[in-house]
Antibody
Framework: QVQLQESGPGLVKPSGTLSLTCAVS?????????WSWVRQPPGKGLEWIGQIYHSGSTNYNPSLKSRVTISVDKSKNHFSLELTSVTAADTAVYYCATYDFWTSHAMDVWGQGTTVTVSS | QSALTQPASVSGSPGQSITISCTGT?????????VSWYQQHPGKAPQLIIYEVSNRPSGVSNRFSGSKSGNTASLTISGLQAEDEADYYC???????????FGGGTKLTVL
């Protein structure tokens, strides 16, 4: 069973860049999953950020697309999120997850989440 | 595109059944059987409990069931237990540029 673990700075300054990594264990990032990022602002619901396939193909939430880059590193078996020009509205728990497009059409494995605060 | 529409809250007593609705459009829920549901306890990551409208992953209680009619999907929890108190989110593939959508979430309170 695949396991996911997010890592990265917990504090980012306004106008800076948020960078997170999701380490994949128990499976290969070159498998048939799409690798996704989801966030949850304090006290609010889940928001899909985007996803990447091991080939490098990506899909992004149109509301964030101009600021988001998701990339994959096959050699390290991990994928990453960069969000530029952050503001306080980007403060959230960030989750990485697998999106099984081919079988369940669902996000069936989630990381534990990492809290990112945008503040000076 | 806006999120899928869920009631903000529902409640029920132990042993009762409750249903949470999730309303979308013909571009998402109505057009595909790709609806899933997630349970999230406070401070925890979401957990998949229903996929492809009505299928349960291994290990998920058969007290959880899903269905769909037109543009609305539903999650039913029967025999409510205290441990079911959590937030529930629906999720669907969409043919719009948004690609996938979450519902706004429903807080279930077990009285």
């Amino acid at each position: 069973q695949v396991q996911l673990q997010e890592s990265g700075p917990g504090l980012v300054k306004p106008s800076g860049t948020l960078s997170l990594t999701c380490a994949v264990s128990g499976g290969s990032i070159s498998s048939s999953n799409w690798w996704s990022w989801v966030r949850q602002p304090p006290g609010k619901g889940l928001e899909w950020i985007g996803q990447i396939y091991h080939s490098g193909s990506t899909n992004y939430n149109p509301s964030l697309k101009s600021r988001v880059t998701i990339s994959v590193d096959k050699s390290k078996n991990h994928f990453s999120l960069e969000l530029t020009s952050v503001t306080a509205a980007d403060t959230a728990v960030y989750y990485c997850a697998t999106y099984d497009f081919w079988t369940s059409h669902a996000m069936d494995v989630w990381g534990q989440g990492t809290t990112v605060t945008v503040s000076s | 595109q806006s999120a899928l529409t869920q009631p903000a809250s529902v409640s029920g007593s132990p042993g009762q059944s409750i249903t949470i609705s999730c309303t979308g459009t013909s571009s998402d829920i109505g057009g595909y059987n790709f609806v899933s549901w997630y349970q999230q306890h406070p401070g925890k990551a979401p957990q998949l409990i229903i996929y492809e409208v009505s299928n349960r992953p291994s290990g998920v209680s058969n007290r959880f069931s899903g269905s769909k009619s037109g543009n609305t999907a539903s999650l039913t929890i029967s025999g409510l237990q205290a441990e079911d108190e959590a937030d529930y989110y629906c999720f669907s593939f969409t043919s719009s540029t948004t690609y996938v959508l979450f519902g706004g979430g429903t807080k279930l309170t077990v009285l």
